[in-house]
């Protein structure tokens, strides 16, 4: 049965028009999806199957649900097609949908490092290619979310790291390409966020230990438990998602957008570790981690 496109909205703050937004089952997505329906926007949510959809569709009248899978062209050609026969004029787009791949880089299958690419920076930008011309009708937004580890090379988290300086470059070659066309681009770039990516990255430990050996366990096995606790106690601590969607909300509306939304006082010490010479970046990052010389 052909799924409707009207989403009905009672007593709306501000009639706005829709902005789509990758990523949405959990964490940083939800939160922006919420946010944004909230604020009067019609809201295309993407997901990556029908219960995840029927999730989000719940939770707000202006939400409305797509399949979607960044990664395959098929699957990003035809949400575009489904959001331009809707008929409701796309201001936004928000590319969030994202995957975190841990472990030393000397034991880490290339296969995964491609997959880490592919999901964080080739899809972001498939997304952002197909949306385009209908965000060139009305001088739309395009926003990527990004991450302190596109500041700092993180250890332990190379391919994460390696796939948000990836998505830094990306967002700020595509602004002074778009800045002609009257399409605003900004980059989010948050510090600890409060979100589940990274506890599925712990809940795959088992496997990536199994895969070190014992050779690998002698090199790495203190540093990886090391990493294991920053990252428990960082989603512990870490800001909430809807800080997130706040500035996603700014970005959206805001008559100047910024270049860059640096969030939190990670984002901002990492903008200034970034600068430093090698040796006191190294310093402090293995004293951060509690990394042995």
Not at 39 to 49: D, L
Not at 219 to 234: I, K, W
């Amino acid at each position: 049965m052909k799924r409707r496109c009207r989403v009905v909205a009672s007593s709306p703050p501000k009639r706005r028009g829709a902005v789509l937004v990758t990523g949405t089952s959990s964490g940083i997505g939800k939160a922006i999806v919420e946010e944004l329906a909230a604020a009067g926007f019609t809201i295309f949510a993407t997901v990556r199957n029908e219960v995840d959809r029927s999730a989000v569709e719940a939770l707000h009248t202006r939400i409305r649900g797509i399949l979607l899978d960044v990664t395959d062209r098929e699957s990003v050609a035809k949400a575009a097609q489904t959001v331009e026969q809707c008929g409701t004029p796309l201001e936004g787009v928000v590319n969030n949908a994202g995957i975190a791949i841990g472990g030393p880089l000397e034991y880490l299958p290339l296969d995964e490092l491609r997959t880490q690419l592919e999901v964080n920076v080739i899809g972001s930008l498939a997304v952002t290619q197909a949306f385009l011309p209908q965000l060139r009708a009305v001088h739309g937004r395009v926003i990527f979310i990004g991450s302190v580890a596109g500041r700092i090379a993180v250890p332990f988290i190379g391919p994460y790291s390696a796939s948000k300086f990836a998505l830094r470059a990306v967002a700020d070659a595509l602004r002074i390409e778009l800045g002609h066309s009257g399409i605003r681009v900004s980059l989010i770039e948050p510090g600890s966020v409060r979100t589940p990516i990274w506890r599925k990255g712990r809940e795959t430990r088992a496997a990536l230990e199994e895969r070190l050996g014992t050779a690998g366990a002698a090199h790495y096995g203190d540093a990886l438990r090391a990493l294991m606790r920053q990252t428990e106690q960082e989603e512990r601590i870490g800001m909430p998602p809807q800080r997130v969607a706040r500035a996603v909300l700014q970005a959206l509306t805001s008559r100047r957008p910024r270049a860059h939304y640096m969030l939190g006082a990670p984002a901002r010490i990492g903008a200034i570790l970034s600068l430093l010479p090698a040796s006191l970046h190294d310093r402090f990052m293995r004293a951060s981690m509690r990394l042995k010389r």
